[in-house]
């Protein structure tokens, strides 16, 4: 899934970073392009160095430098980012060729350069074998990215220039047909038929007859993640099956009869415990189930508002669903076997009281007692009235959430989830009251559902068993999270301390919402991974978690709810000690950082860069540094970010100046994009009005 990118880290030669830097400024930046009539055009002036937009596959670039730190050892750094369409091989074939002199006045000031000492014609294209040699130079050179994220995925720049072509087309198109004295058409298709004629007649349009090809990881991103929580079940059943031979009960010898019965002989539920311990096991289960279901969606909602959670809410939401998991394996459990025996009673049960106990609900459901057909069907009458009273007062409680969503919004969930709780028993009973007539000619079916309970149940067994893994790991590692933030509270300064300085590092954002970054921003931070191996190993699986995500749920143009990014990565350098995030963005800098403060994103935020810190100087002298931490965090996702003004000052000060930067679609913002393509989509689609009425509006 396209596109794909470039990052090239490479050590500078002593003292050529600040040359290097005014070269880059004034021969690699490319100037705003001309207005006309107050509107920006829509391509970047590039220097005759840099050609960037003599590359077709290129959607963003940018150059920059990370000074040398002498009390880390390490060296000034350049940086080249690149966001391109198909191979990186075939990208810096062409880059090469486009910009020789550029490339080699810049790379002049690296380390290992290939070509030092080689005189050289300015302009002059490099040679097959000087090609050859920064080829595989600057290959080897890539250190690509942890995490990456685009919001447009896919999409070639050659497509996202096209669509939004498309669009405007064909929103003047509208806007004149309203203004001409001839109506518009009267109906939705027909509004959707003139538009697809209008395409039809640009020859320059014709490519928008097709619906454009959409990566499988959009296609079927949902059907991956179904597929891994599978598998994660999977593994969860094997660790319980595991513990179950440790404890001497090897799957051959499992009877879940027998565990049922025992489970509910040894649940206090009264005197008639030991006389009904199906019934009482799968009551208390149910209690059990409801009670944490309903203490899940108080969290929920706590969550739902990123300025209202609590710290410990994320990692006690997982270890509840952990919980109810169990239950819900141990409730079906119970299900499955009461259901199999009712309908074909087993010798196999070697419980007397559990034995007993399904004998009696036979005798109640009617079972072998020859019920007329006319009780059946008053049976099932009841039961129908029961349903649509249930289902009536189900839907009053969601619409009653959507008119008035902030009453009582956590009861009104936890009713209408017992509500449907109550439909599926008693849909259960009311097919065992229909079976009940045909036990004879449904004998071959029913054998066949009591050998699937015989296998089934002992699975629910062992992922009941199972859970307790996930459940005690993500226990330790909140505990091991909240003990080094304590530590970190003692090892570094508070990010308060940056709010009472004057703001410097100008240099950093001196492009942004001006010039060529009017639409469109780039951000480039640089902070240093917090030491030892437990905050290293956090930020890798954060990373990998996210960008695993950011391909297969976070595809459709935002990232957590954030819609304005249009590609970004993360990437651990100098062997773990560093973390630098390179971000192309639309809009404007403080209202960035707000969408990632005021939305569920903040936890992602938090997550990674909760295991950084910076090195500040205020007076940006000599003295040392002092190691200011990101705002302090809780079990790694709560709070954070949602210190504003620490947390600006911190990205602010962990900012590296973006020497050069270009955009192939540089007024064009993620929204913009994906509406575009949007509107191709649906063009030539069958749509129902309301469908069209949203293309419309999309004009």
């Known amino acids: 899934m396209g596109p794909s990118y470039l990052t090239v880290l490479v050590p500078l030669t002593a003292d050529s970073s600040e040359a290097l830097k005014i070269y880059l400024r004034d021969h690699a930046n490319p100037l705003p392009p001309p207005s006309q009539g107050g509107q920006l055009q829509q391509g970047l ?40 369409d198909g191979a990186r091989e075939a990208f810096v074939h062409d880059l090469l060729i486009a910009m020789p002199a550029g490339l080699d006045e810049v790379f002049r000031h690296c380390r290992g350069y290939p070509l030092t000492g080689v005189a050289r014609e300015r302009h002059e294209p490099f040679s097959l074998v000087e090609r050859t040699a920064l080829f595989t130079w600057l290959v080897g050179l890539d250190v690509g990215a ?3 994220f685009s919001g447009s995925p896919g999409r070639t720049v050659g ?9 405007t087309s064909l929103a003047d198109d509208l806007a004149g047909r309203r203004l001409a004295p001839t109506p518009m058409p009267a109906t939705n298709a027909g509004l959707q038929k003139s538009l697809q004629e209008r395409v039809e007649r640009d020859p320059g349009l014709a490519f928008a007859t097709a619906k454009a090809p959409v990566p499988w990881e959009v296609r079927r991103g949902d059907r991956v993640l179904q597929a891994l929580g599978v598998a994660g079940l999977g593994l969860v059943a094997l660790f319980g099956a595991l513990f179950f031979w440790i404890a001497g009960v090897p799957p051959s010898d499992l009877d879940a009869w027998d565990y049922v019965a025992m489970l509910g002989h040894a649940l206090p539920a009264g005197s008639e415990t030991g006389a009904h311990p199906l019934a009482t096991t799968a009551a208390v289960l149910l209690a059990g189930w409801i009670g944490i279901r309903a203490w899940e969606i108080v969290i929920e909602q706590q969550l739902a508002d990123p300025h209202r959670q609590a710290s410990l809410a994320d990692g006690l939401s997982f270890i509840l669903l952990f919980v109810r998991l169990a239950l819900t394996s141990l409730l079906l459990l119970c299900l499955i076997l009461a259901v199999a025996a009712v309908l074909m009673p087993t010798p196999d049960i070697s419980s007397p009281a559990v034995a007993g106990e399904i004998a009696a609900l036979r005798e109640r459901l009617g079972f072998g007692t020859g019920v007329s057909g006319w009780r059946t069907a008053a049976e099932l009458a009841a039961i129908a009235a029961f349903l649509a009273l249930c289902s009536y007062r189900r839907t009053s409680l969601q619409l009653a959430m959507a008119r008035k969503p902030g009453r009582r919004p956590a009861w009104r969930r936890i009713s209408s989830q017992v509500i449907a709780l109550a439909e599926i028993i008693v849909l259960v009973i009311a097919a065992l009251l229909v079976l009940r007539h045909g036990e004879t000619w449904l004998e071959p079916v029913l054998r066949e559902l009591h050998t699937l309970a015989a296998w089934a149940a002992p699975v629910l067994l062992w992922i009941a068993a199972g859970l307790s893994v996930p459940l005690v790991l993500q226990v330790l590692i909140l505990v091991a999270i909240r003990v080094h933030e304590a530590r970190d509270r003692r090892a570094f300064a508070c990010a308060e301390i940056l709010t009472r300085t004057r703001l410097g590092n100008a240099a950093a954002r001196a492009r942004e919402e001006r010039g060529s970054n009017v639409t469109q921003n780039h951000l480039a931070s640089i902070t240093y991974v917090k030491p030892g191996a437990f905050r290293l190993v956090l930020l890798r699986l954060t990373l990998r978690l996210i960008g695993f995500l950011a391909r297969f749920q976070f595809n459709h143009g935002n990232l957590g709810g954030i819609p304005t990014i249009l590609s970004a990565r993360w990437v651990i350098i100098d062997n773990g000690r560093r973390l630098i995030f390179l971000d192309n963005y639309g809009g404007g800098w403080e209202s960035y950082l707000n969408e990632f403060i005021d939305m569920g994103a903040v936890k992602g935020l938090n997550a990674i860069w909760t295991n950084t810190f910076i090195k500040w100087r205020p007076d940006g002298g000599s003295a040392p540094a002092q190691r200011v931490a990101f705002p302090e965090t809780r079990y790694a996702t709560a709070r954070g970010a949602q210190a504003e003004r620490p947390f600006k000052r911190y990205v602010r000060w962990s900012q590296v100046e973006t020497l050069a930067w270009y955009g192939a679609y540089h007024t064009l913002s993620i929204v913009n994009i994906n509406t575009s393509t949007d509107v191709r989509q649906r063009l030539f689609a069958p749509l129902p009005s309301h469908e069209v009425d949203a293309l419309v509006s999309h004009l």
């Open 45 to 84: 002036q590039c220097r005759p160095d840099f050609p960037f937009d003599s590359l077709p596959t290129l959607h963003f670039c940018s150059f920059l430098v990370l000074d040398a730190d002498q009390e880390e050892g390490l060296p000034a750094q350049l940086v080249f980012e690149a966001t391109f």
């Open 146 to 148: 942890t995490c990456y």
């Open 159 to 167: 497509q996202i220039r096209d669509e939004h072509r498309l669009r």
